[in-house]
């Protein structure tokens, strides 16, 4: 499934800090080794819903990335530095592959 960013979402990735690039978010998705989670907070609800990960880049950077799964592909809704918090949510609940 190809992973699809707007130019919105393709500008506000480059505005973090770190900015997280479109090669790091490919790395995230082939180094997942846990289920994604679905985001479930009533602020968050999408149709259909949005998933999301902690993926690890080939250089051990964790980032956090937020995605909805459509018919054309992949969409990136956001992605940021994964903190410890995440991290330890996204370890308890997510189910390894």
Sequence with gaps: MPLLISDRIREKLAGKNPPVSEQEL???FANQTREPLIDL???HLT???TRWFVGETDYGRKIKIMYVNRQEGTHIKSAYDADQNIIRIYNKYAKPL
């Design 26 to 28: 490919v790395q995230c």
């Design 41 to 43: 907070r009533s602020e």
């Design 47 to 49: 149709d259909p819903p």
